[in-house]
T-cell receptor, first 113, second 111 residues
Framework: QKEVEQDPGPLSVPEGAIVSLNCTYS??????FMWYRQYSRKGPELLMY????GNKEDGRFTAQVDKSSKYISLFIRDSQPSDSATYLC?????????????FGKGTKLSVKP | NAGVTQTPKFRVLKTGQSMTLLCAQD?????MYWYRQDPGMGLRLIHY???????AKGEVPDGYNVSRLKKQNFLLGLESAAPSQTSVYFC??????????FGSGTRLTVV
């Protein structure tokens, strides 16, 4: 079993839809959870960062962490064509030399006008 | 405000040739990483460094070597390129407590 599982999609939604992207993980020691957005032929960029459980909101984006279920989500409200990208979840146990980020394989999202 | 800069952006190599990919960051980050990204495989860590003069193996280190002689630079070397090393290579850097900042990638084709 991979440490981090993420449905690769592709996921296609109409403009204005609410998008839900998810990852599951197996290592209960993960404490730091991130979402990266990667546009085609570009490097990943950090979108959201949460520590431990709970919700975090930033504009149209909401990140949720449920450590009891080992499940994290990213919600995008009022999705726009500019949100079309691959979204990667990432997580780590700690900072420093002992805790490198573990990435999901990414979900490709397409928002149609 | 350069962040992480990778050179070159594109390269075509013949099997058996060698090359070095350069990563430079201007954020004074301690940690630097080299990843490869392949369709269906996601990002896989090749090597990483937790400080100047240190390097460590990641998930897929075979066929690659790295050096971190200066804090701001992290070099990835391919001594004898193979078609299996055709990929997009990303460098990233971070400081403790923050996420990674990625470069824009190097597209390498080995024929």
């Amino acid at each position: 079993q991979k440490e981090v599982e993420q449905d690769p999609g592709p996921l296609s939604v109409p403009e204005g839809a609410i998008v839900s992207l998810n990852c599951t993980y197996s290592n209960s020691a993960f404490q730091y959870f991130m979402w990266y957005r990667q546009y085609s032929r570009k490097g990943p960029e950090l979108l959201m960062y949460t520590y431990s459980s709970g919700n975090k909101e930033d504009g149209r984006f909401t990140a949720q962490v449920d450590k009891s279920s080992k499940y994290i989500s990213l919600f995008i409200r009022d999705s726009q064509p500019s949100d079309s990208a691959t979204y990667l979840c990432a997580m780590r146990t700690s900072w420093g030399s002992q805790g490198n980020l573990i990435f999901g394989k990414g979900t490709k999202l397409s928002v149609k006008p | 405000n350069a962040g992480v800069t990778q050179t070159p952006k594109f390269r075509v190599l013949k099997t058996g040739q060698s090359m070095t990919l350069l990563c430079a960051q201007d954020m004074n980050h301690e940690y630097m990483y080299w990843y490869r990204q392949d369709p269906g495989m996601g990002l896989r860590l090749i090597h990483y460094s937790v400080g100047e003069g240190t390097t460590a193996k990641g998930e897929v280190p075979d066929g690659y070597n790295v050096s971190r002689l200066k804090k701001q630079n992290f070099l990835l070397g391919l001594e004898s390129a193979a078609p299996s090393q055709t990929s997009v290579y990303f460098c990233a850097s971070s400081s403790q407590g923050n996420g990674y900042t990625f470069g824009s990638g190097t597209r390498l084709t080995v024929v």
